[in-house]
């Protein structure tokens, strides 16, 4: 579709209803069922990559860094922070398309299922097969990995499918729609581009899955559209994320840590990015010495002028994050930072210490580079701290104390945990990623990105002997010793009875 | 609804306790749960027969039988559920260990179904005791009799601190799914379960929907010469045999070729005189219908004029009795009622067919259904089946016992509902699968961390690639 036409079609209910019984078409014929379908689309997602990574990391730096960074070259980009995130989020997409191409044949294969001797004789298993069509509804802070990595998963299950990329990272989102359909089946596989009026026509339509990521106040909305349909969600949202620091750990790799899962992590602006620490009264003031030092070898004496350090996304996030800053009983707890430029949307990196739990910032997600520590008596007090809120996507400890460890996996509920690091178990394709309760619903990456978008179907095959009266009709008392027997398999009774023994 | 704050409040203490994550406790419960079913048989039997007409072999092969093996069953595999699975590692990531372990999701609500009054309302519960929630149990109010033998003795055998039953008709839902769960699993119609997802996402709860749908059964007679005695029966018993077709996974229609259709609604016939006797009316096996409301949506179906024609067998009915008599019909029209709604009752619609493989292309076009049974040898006519169509699941020769398979999903897909159940799979429903990463302090990988640089770049991409040879050609300065 051309510019010009965009324009003047406007992308309203009919549009959405013409475009899912499309791909309803499509699904109907079959041709995404087919393995080597799949496959070809998993190898041209990463040719997509190989052949516009430059095209990406533009995108993604236009959406996310300075504007007048624009029409800086390729190569001087190579040192910046935004293109630490084009390698991550192309690597990571790269590795999911791999691991799909290299594991697809096994997902698909029938998972052979037991029978008992209730059904004998008898053969069961579980099919993998795809939902039908899908809508994955994405979002502006990782706005290429977020897009596509449920792609792929929509992709290796065999569904037709529309990806709505977030209206907030424009740039991305326009390069999502130039280049999907230059390398990928353009009939099974759409783009709709737009903000609420296109979100909200796309889910007044029925589709068999709706992957979203973002926040929970539209995850409700998206919820509450499926429901008119009955249809089943994967709801990728955020949270409070902590981080437990405990006393006698390397504070220095700790820190470091911690700050490359803050600041490195697109400012703050990741849902799995820590939120806030708790630690004890007499280490947190070395831990704020620490994490001073380590950002300053970091980001260098003035963080607003480092390129390393993403911006925040638009002025409405700056004005919010800032009205979190100069509330009364928050604005003289910061101990380190708190710099602004509104003119180029930065803020620098800042740290609060002991800010009242009722104080906003503790009340919502910060999604920044704002980093309040609060304090408590024992180290133990925190498992309360966390659960008296919402549960996060990600929880995070740092100790060597083994039985702080088993207490931690034990009493906080979180999508997923990680120790003595930050945000590394997302990158693990044997783990779910997913969040609990607040911080969402549903799980991916890896196999888990497969069963998100497939439907395990039961089947069991019969034959024709083994057919016992006592199935069926007019009942009798006595059949229900031998019922009752076969039912918990109990051979002897069975075998008692039939004999008339019993 | 008085008090429902602070009965939620209690299990939400409880829960906090940890009181209700121990394998002791569950334990406990389940066997709880055993000793209930054994010493209440004769009055939920009595129960049953009350609701809805019920008779006892029915009445355990259905619900006391289901219960008992299902909770043998979770108490005898719990704590192997319990323990966290080992995820693999990629060196990179060296040292260190990944796990996945199941934790329970807090406090659930469970609504129940009135067709199953004891198993639809027990089974789910014998799950979320196992992946070790605490529990609100809400039976349907359209099976009066076992909603209250529920209330009045589950807390007799299980913890009254973890787990609470609570009756009442709409109002009590409205008011129930008002509040903050942390999973809903609902059992029952279409209509229902879009009102229980709506308000569940006002506080994003996952649902379980267990919905119905219009189940087909496919016959192959020309594959199937020789065995259709035992395949009558087997429809018959998927039809009437299973609460008077009052069931999610009884047969709803049947497709059947043209030449094969009388002989087949004969044999029926025949069969449901071996089951029911001359006189249906007084057997003792034939379930009543539930009540008023849909013994007159049952006779709606039947008054559309092209539909009371299309009769073929049976039709009358005992309003004093709530009887309808097991009914087939021959090619109603398929834009009526009866063919476009779930039946949920005693009638049959035969619809016949040119060539049977038609009947994909019949059922795909039509609301992905929550089972689909095929009496077929034809192995390709085998494979089409399970590959264009789509429903909860497929069971080939013989009907409903996909319920009693342990090893097997129950759930459906589409219109049929989302979530799975039975086995293990009921643990996993009522579980959040917690991802969980353990590393060391050393060693340190220095390119993880800014100020970033054209070196740490490519050690980045190579350690996403897994690529380790590249890697130590970086760090050695041989590869630029």
Same mark, same amino acid.
């Given at each position: 579709m051309s510019t010009e036409e965009e324009n003047q079609t406007v992308f309203d209910v009919a549009a959405a209803s013409m475009l899912t019984e499309e791909l309803r078409d499509v699904f109907a014929s079959g041709k995404t069922r087919s393995y080597e379908w799949r496959i070809s689309q998993l190898k041209s997602v990463i040719k997509m990559c190989d052949e516009h990574e430059e095209d990406i990391a533009d995108a993604l730096h236009q959406d996310l860094s300075k504007p007048k960074l624009e029409s800086i070259v390729y190569e001087v980009l190579v040192s910046s922070e935004v293109d630490w995130w084009y390698v991550v989020q192309i690597s990571m997409l790269k590795n999911s398309c791999a691991l799909a191409i290299k594991e697809l044949k096994q997902w698909m294969m029938p998972e052979k299922a037991k029978t008992s001797l209730l059904t004998f004789p008898s053969s069961a298993e579980i099919v993998s097969e795809p939902l039908g069509v899908v809508l994955i509804i994405s979002a502006w802070n990782y706005p290429f990995l977020l897009s596509l990595d449920p792609l792929v998963g929509a992709i290796s299950a065999g569904n037709t499918m529309v990806l709505k990329p977030s209206e907030l990272s424009p740039a991305t989102s326009s390069l999502l729609a130039k280049l999907l359909p230059e390398y990928l089946d353009v009939s099974s596989i759409k783009v709709v581009e737009g903000a609420v009026s296109e979100t909200s026509a796309l889910l007044e339509q029925k589709w068999d899955k709706i992957f979203y990521t973002g926040n929970g106040r539209v995850g409700r909305i998206v919820m509450a559209a499926a429901a008119k349909h009955l249809t089943p969600v994967v709801l990728e949202l955020g949270g409070k994320s902590p981080v437990v620091v405990d006393s006698g750990i390397d504070l220095q790799i700790a820190t470091r840590r911690i700050i490359v899962g803050k600041w490195g992590c697109n400012n703050g602006q990741a849902c799995i990015s820590p939120d806030y620490i708790i630690t004890t009264k007499d280490y947190a003031d070395k831990l704020v010495d620490s994490l001073k030092k380590e950002l300053e070898t970091f980001y260098g004496e003035n963080p607003l002028e480092s390129k390393d350090i993403s911006r925040i996304v638009n002025s409405n996030h700056f004005s919010r994050l800032t009205k979190l800053l100069d509330e009364d009983k928050v604005s003289g707890k910061i101990v380190y930072g708190g710099e602004r430029d509104e003119a180029n949307l930065k803020i620098a990196p800042t740290i609060l210490l002991d800010v009242p739990r009722d104080s906003l910032i503790m009340k919502e997600e910060i999604f920044g580079p704002l980093l309040p520590i609060l304090i408590v008596s024992e180290i133990e007090d925190s498992w309360d701290v966390i659960n008296s809120g919402t549960k996060p996507l990600a929880a995070y400890l740092f100790t060597n104390n083994k039985k702080l460890k088993e207490q931690f996996v034990m009493s906080v509920s979180a999508g997923g945990v990680a120790i003595n690091d930050i945000a590394m178990h997302l990158a693990i394709h044997t783990l779910p990623f997913g969040g609990v309760g607040e911080s969402g619903t549903g799980s991916y990456h890896g196999k888990f990105s497969f069963d998100a978008f497939s439907h395990k179907k039961s089947v069991l095959y019969r034959s024709f002997t083994g057919d016992a009266a006592l199935r069926y009709p007019p009942y009798t008392l006595g059949k229900i010793r031998l019922m009752k027997a076969l039912m918990t398999s109990n051979l002897w009774t069975i075998l008692r009875t039939l004999l008339g023994l019993s | 609804m008085e008090g429902l704050e602070g009965t939620l409040a209690e299990l939400r203490d409880t829960f906090k306790s940890g009181r209700t994550r121990s394998v002791a406790w569950r334990k406990s419960q389940l066997r709880g749960m055993i000793e209930f079913v054994q010493d209440n048989e004769e009055r939920i039997f009595q129960a049953l027969d009350q609701d809805v007409g019920k008779h006892p072999v029915e009445a355990y092969r259905d619900e006391v039988g289901v219960v008992a093996k299902s909770a043998k069953l979770s108490l005898s595999c719990v704590e192997k559920w319990m323990a966290p699975k080992k995820g693999d590692l990629p060196l990179v990531f060296f040292p260190a260990s990944a796990q996945v372990m199941p934790e329970p999701f807090g406090v659930v609500l469970i609504m129940g179904?009135?067709?199953?009054?004891?198993?639809?309302?027990?089974?789910?519960?014998?799950?979320?005791?196992?992946?070790?929630?605490?529990?609100?149990?809400? $039976?349907?109010?359209?099976?009066?009799?076992?909603?209250?033998?529920?209330?009045?003795?589950?807390?007799?055998?299980?913890?009254? &601190?973890?787990? !609470?039953?609570?009756?009442?008709?709409?109002?009590?839902?409205e008011q129930l799914l008002q509040q903050k769960w942390d999973k809903i699993f609902f059992t029952g119609s279409q209509r229902v379960g879009r009102i229980v997802m709506t308000a569940a996402a006002q506080h994003l709860t996952p649902v379980t929907l267990e919905l119905g749908g219009k189940?087909?059964?496919?016959?192959?007679?020309?594959?199937?010469?020789?065995?259709? !005695?035992?395949?009558? !029966?087997?429809?018959?018993?998927?039809?009437?045999?299973?609460?008077?077709?009052?069931? +999610?996974?009884?047969? /709803? %229609?049947?497709?059947?070729?043209?030449?094969?259709?009388?002989?087949?609604?004969?044999?029926?016939? !025949?069969?449901?005189?071996?089951?029911?006797?001359?006189?249906?009316?007084?057997?003792? *096996?034939?379930?009543?219908?539930?009540?008023?409301?849909?013994?007159?949506? =049952? =006779?709606?179906?039947?008054? /559309? $004029?092209?539909?009371?024609?299309?009769?073929?067998?049976?039709?009358?009915?005992?309003?004093?009795?709530?009887?309808?008599? $097991? #009914?087939?019909?021959?090619?109603?029209?398929?834009?009526?009622?009866?063919? #476009?709604? @779930?039946?949920?009752?005693?009638?049959?619609?035969?619809?016949?067919?040119?060539?049977?493989? @038609?009947?994909?292309?019949?059922?795909?076009?039509?609301? &992905?259904?929550?089972?689909? %049974?095929?009496?077929?040898?034809?192995?390709?006519?085998?494979?089409?089946?399970? *590959?264009?169509?789509?429903?909860?699941?497929? #069971?080939?020769?013989?009907?409903?016992?996909?319920?009693? +398979?342990?090893?097997l999903p129950f759930g459906g897909v589409g219109q049929s509902g989302f979530g799975r159940y039975h086995g293990k799979y009921s643990f996993d429903t009522f579980s959040h699968e917690k991802a969980i990463l353990q590393r060391g302090f050393f060693p340190e990988l220095e390119p993880r961390y800014p100020p970033w640089n054209s070196f740490k770049l490519h050690f980045i991409k190579l350690a996403y690639a897994f690529n380790y040879i590249g890697l130590i050609l970086l760090l050695l300065g041989l590869k630029k």
């Open positions: - | 179904s009135w067709n199953f009054p004891i198993s639809l309302t027990l089974d789910p519960l014998i799950a979320a005791i196992s992946a070790g929630n605490a529990v609100v149990l809400k $039976p349907s109010e359209l099976s009066p009799t076992c909603s209250s033998f529920l209330a009045e003795n589950i807390p007799k055998y299980l913890d009254p &601190k973890s787990i !609470k039953v609570i009756e009442g008709g709409i109002d009590v839902c189940c087909p059964a496919i016959m192959d007679s020309s594959s199937n010469p020789t065995n259709m !005695k035992v395949i009558a !029966k087997r429809i018959a018993g998927a039809k009437w045999g299973s609460c008077s077709g009052q069931a +999610c996974i009884a047969i /709803d %229609y049947l497709l059947v070729e043209e030449r094969f259709a009388s002989d087949l609604i004969d044999l029926l016939a !025949k069969t449901i005189k071996q089951f029911y006797g001359e006189n249906p009316r007084e057997s003792t *096996s034939l379930c009543k219908i539930v009540n008023k409301n849909n013994f007159k949506r =049952l =006779l709606d179906l039947l008054k /559309d $004029p092209l539909v009371e024609a299309s009769v073929a067998y049976g039709g009358s009915v005992d309003e004093e009795k709530m009887y309808i008599e $097991p #009914t087939i019909l021959l090619n109603p029209p398929l834009d009526s009622q009866i063919m #476009t709604e @779930e039946i949920f009752g005693p009638l049959l619609p035969v619809i016949t067919l040119d060539d049977i493989y @038609e009947s994909i292309d019949f059922i795909s076009s039509r609301p &992905k259904p929550l089972a689909i %049974y095929a009496f077929t040898r034809d192995e390709k006519f085998k494979k089409q089946i399970l *590959s264009r169509t789509s429903s909860g699941s497929v #069971t080939f020769n013989d009907t409903l016992l996909q319920f009693l +398979c342990d090893s």
